[in-house]
Structures are given as C-alpha cells and as structure tokens.
C-alpha cells in the first residue's frame, strides 16, 4: 500500500471517521439499470465476478441498527441515539455508552484484532465470498479486519459441541434458493459487533443471509440472537456494492499501526477530537 | 552470547554449550517465542497464591494470581503459559485452573522485571498442570499414505482429495539453511554454536553480522514476537500451525491460508499476468507477502515472488532479506501425505550467491486449520 493511502487510512481511523473509499464512494454513474445478477455455468449464483473478470465487495450502508433511518449520534462520541430500538439489555447499553464515553478507545479494531460476525461484513477495504462446491465450503476473505479468512461449512455438518470460543465462530451455511444462509455460534465476548461498540456474548447466535439481488448489489441480513446480552433476538442488515476490475490487496494493520497511541496516547485530544 | 549467559561462563565454547543448554532445556514448547526472549533462564523462582483471573487466549494463555509477601502485602503476577492451541491439544481447558485456586508456578521470571513469570510447571493440588504434550502437533490426523490426488486434467492437487479435509504441518524443518550445511540450530532457529552462523548461507558480510547479533540476543527483536508482523517469505512454511492451500482453478489463483501469525490469506497467482504493484507499481508498494506468480513445470508449481519490504523476519532464527529477495518455490506433492518445498533465495542485497533450501511438509487428514491470531491478548 502506498504511503499516501496509508496514511489516509490512518487518519481516518484515528478521527473516527467513515473511512472514505474510492471505490465505495465513486460518484452515482447516471441511472441505469443494473444488470442481473451472475451464475456459474451450472447455473447456481455467483457471488463473485462474472468469468474473466475480477471485483470484489465493499459495504455501502453498515449501521448495525433497527432502524438505519433514524441512526444519528446522541452527541459527539455518545452511543447513538436510537441505539434504544434494539432489545439491549441493561448492562450492555451501559458498556456501550462507557466506551463511548472512552472514545473509543478501546476499539479492538484499532489494535489489529480479527472481528467475526456482521462486522466482517462491514469491513472498509472489501471482502470476497468464494463459493467452493467442489471442497462444500465457503470462504469469506477480508481485506481488513486483520486480513483473514472466515469457513463457512456447506456440507451439513452440525457445530460441533463445547466449541472453544473465537472470533469467528463455527459458521455451517446451506442454500435457500439464491439466498446463503449462515448458521453460527461459538463466538468470544471480546469482540465488538460494530464501530459503536455494541457488545454481544459467548450465548450469541447468529443467522446471516447474504442475497445477491443484482450484478451491483448485496444484500446482507443478519439476527443477532444473544440472550446474554439482548432481551431478543433482533434483526438487521447493510447493503453491499460491487466493486468490479478491482481485486483484494495485502492491509497488514500490524506494518504501521499507530491508531491506539492516538487514541490513547498524548496525541488522543490533539487528533481525535475537533 | 548472551549477557546474562556471558556473566555465568568465561568464554568460548562453554559458553556456546551452556546457552545452548539453557535454550533446549527451557524449550518445552514450540511457543509463539523463544522463552529466553523474554525470560531470565539465570532467574528461576517458585511462586505460590490464589488465582484471580484466566485469560485463555493465544499466542500465550496467562494465569494470574496474587503472592503474598513476607510483610503480608500482596502482588498480583501473571504466570505465562503456551498458546491456546497447544494446551487444548493437550486436554487442558479453560476450566482447568479457577479463580479461587491456589497454584505454584516455578520457572524464569520477566527480564525487564516486571512481575510476570513463564510457567516451567504449574501444580494445583500438587499435581502438575498445564504440560504441553510432546506430540501435541505430531499426533494430528493420523498416518496418510496414497498416491497423489489429482485434479480431471492429471495436474497434482494441492489441497484435500475430493470430499476430504486437512491442511499442510509439520515441516521436517524450522528454519532456512542451504541444503548441505549439517548446523545444529533448534526448533526456533537458535544455533547451537554461535561459531557456525557462517555455514547456515552465503551472507554477505552486513547481513552475518546482522544474523549473528540476532542470534547473540536470543532473537528476542523479532519483530513476529514483538508486534504480531507475519511470518511472511518461506518462514510461512515453517509455522507449528501449519497453513491450507485452496485452489481457486476458476478464478486462477490459490489462496494460502495461514493458521500461525495472524491467520491471514495470501494469493498466488496461475493466470499468466506479470507482477505488478497492488497500487501504483512495485517500487511504491513492498509488501509483506509480495507479489506470487505461479505455473507448473510437469508435477512441480514453481512460485516466483517478488516485491518484499523488509519489515520482517523471513525465516525462524532471524536471516536478514531486502528488498531485492526474488523467491522462486517448487512445491512437489510426491505423495497424499507429502509436499516437498524448496525455496532458492536470490538477494543480491543480503547474499552473495543465490541459494537454496527445503524441507517436507505433511499432510494433517481429516483436521481443520486451528483458528490462531498472535494478536488475540496483546493489547
């Protein structure tokens, strides 16, 4: 990565910023219908691009919220507002507004840490679903989020029992249609669910359902079922867009990494608040 | 030689005999780090108190609890131990020790003194707890023998057969050595004899005595250990973790999937493209992994590489590289169980000739990749 996109990225991160990409935030081209989505030559969904061609994935809308039309922030730094439209238990909203209140700054993505669930999802520099049928797998590969992998397991495998808990879990996926459908558990309570810092638990069982409604577009679907953390389960989701031509490139956070002392260290007033 | 070693023994080769023994006796187990790196092997203690917390995360689970001193205060310390991998494979848990416990930990505390102590032997009740089993990555999977899987067209597969699972571990070695050097070095890449760091490549002269100053401090700057940077280059290959291949024939590409460092992904590339920068061309844009161009020559991929930064370390033991690394890799699957590796390393900055070394990997059937992140307790 060159040093000029490095040190955007790293601004962006240490202002806390939506990270901008130019991919992602390309003007609208004029209105045109977009073309259907692609299928293999067996004629099952592909969810990457068209033979001959590359592209991979970058979120378009990824608030983990209810109600996406009414997410503001309650002020600078505080949890958002409408963070109340989940099912949020106590506790947790607590936790929420006390890493608010922290700036942040214990921001696990910040120190390099893989984040799992809907998060990987929102991951700023794109991600790739690989549809393997011949090893009944797939595969989501991220560009950031530590630069890792996540399996889904396509062969009507069960979760194992007493998983040790990660930050991917145990995900077993199958086909509803044109629809993937992701089943996973055995997650960690480390992690955080979004840039908000919405926290889930060990109990945290997610349904995921990814959609390919055109060549341009991903819809993502999640449920957040965490009884640890949530009163019930609750639903929620993000659009992805395609970007084509493009392919995933190496993001080492480790190289350069100097978000934390920013946020934390000397620099934190002078850098990350206006 | 080590300082601390150097102030235990005059000169010469006992000194070279009592480091060595000091690192294959501390050794226990193929940590994320040599122990010596970060503890005093000349400072062993035995400490005895209740359990406060457990943190059971890799690269390195700690166990702290609080040691009550002769005037009675109490001091919390951290006990640490091996990697989450290694103590599940061991049939330990993150219920084996509680808060609450009382436990007794001997072994080397911090050299930079603070109040942490590596865990030699833990007892709880007076048993031993926590001993990492010798074959803890031998054991997996069991014994495979086969012909080669291959592909409709004949070309050798590199991952699973057909509706079958494993991934590539136990490499026959740990570190980088031109093939025909007989060095005795460890399983970290620590020489035995700091006299033979000559005969382990044709280093230019900066770049031996780079190795060998790494090799005096015990390794303990590498930058893996220090701050999570990858085990990028041939060292990838050389992980106690092992790594999966995945080959992606209808995008051309293969993906490495790495179980130790931080679990990333790489590509190589089989299309017939030419290595280019992932930005703005490759002079701009060294890489971690580089660029990987690969293509088969009868039932080898030969891998060529290019486009290194030199932000790490490319192999166990602390080998210096440059920028100018060109990599070329035969990966020759000659049997389901075996993936015979030979690197040729071509530095013209760091070496005086190009050369060459391999090893075996095996096949781990029927196990999945442990799910493995250096970074999962650093803060």
Known sequence: ?274 | MNRRVASLCASGRACEILAALLVFGASATFAHHPVGAKFDEGKVTTLSGRVTAVDWANPHVHVFFNVKAADGSESNWATELASVVELDGSGWAADTIEPGDTITVNGPVALNGSRQIWGTTVQLDGKTVFTVAEDVFSSRGEAVSGPTPRWPDKQPRLGPPKGETGYWALPSKTSLMEDGATVAVDKYGVLANMNDAAKVAPFQKWALDLYSLRQRNWLKDDPMFLNCIPPAGPRQFQQPFGFQLVEDRDRSRIFVLLSGGNSNWRFIYTDDRTATGQVTGNDDNPLFYGHSLAKWEGDTMVVTTTGFNEGFWFSNGGLPHTNKLTLTERFTRSDLGTLHYAVTVDDPGAYTRPWTSSWDLHWVAGQELPEFYCQDNRQ
């Open chain 1, 1 to 274: 990565m060159n040093r000029l996109l490095k040190h955007t990225i790293a601004s962006a991160l240490v202002l806390g910023l939506a990270i901008s990409n130019a991919y992602a935030q390309a003007p609208a081209a004029p209105a045109e219908p977009p073309k259907p989505a692609p299928r293999h030559a067996d004629g099952r969904i592909n969810f990457g691009p068209p033979e001959g061609e590359v592209g991979f994935w970058i979120r378009r809308t990824a608030n983990l919220v209810v109600n996406p039309e009414s997410y503001e922030a309650e002020r600078a730094q505080r949890a958002p507002v409408n963070i109340k439209d989940i099912p949020i238990q106590d506790w947790a909203y607590k936790l929420t507004n006390f890493r608010h209140d922290l700036f942040l700054a214990s921001e696990p993505y910040t120190r390099c840490k893989p984040a799992g669930g809907p998060r990987q999802i929102m991951s700023p520099y794109g991600f790739e679903i690989v549809d393997m049928p011949e090893l009944e797998r797939v595969y989501i590969l991220t560009t950031s989020n530590a630069m890792t992998y996540r399996i889904i397991y396509m062969d009507g495998r069960e979760h194992p029992k007493n998983l040790t808990p990660s930050y991917f879990g145990h995900s077993v996926g199958h086909w509803d249609g044109d629809t993937l459908v992701v089943d996973s558990v055995g997650y960690n309570d480390v992690s955080w669910q979004n840039r908000d810092g919405l926290p889930t638990t060990d109990k945290l069982h997610l349904v995921e359902r990814f959609t390919r409604r055109d060549m341009n577009t991903l819809d993502y679907k999640v449920t957040i079922d965490d009884p640890g953390a949530y009163t019930k389960p609750w639903e929620s989701g993000y659009t992805v867009g395609w970007t084509p031509g493009e392919e995933l490139f190496e993001y080492v956070c480790q190289e350069n990494n100097i978000s934390p002392d920013a946020m934390i260290g000397e620099g934190r007033y002078s850098t990350t608040v206006p």
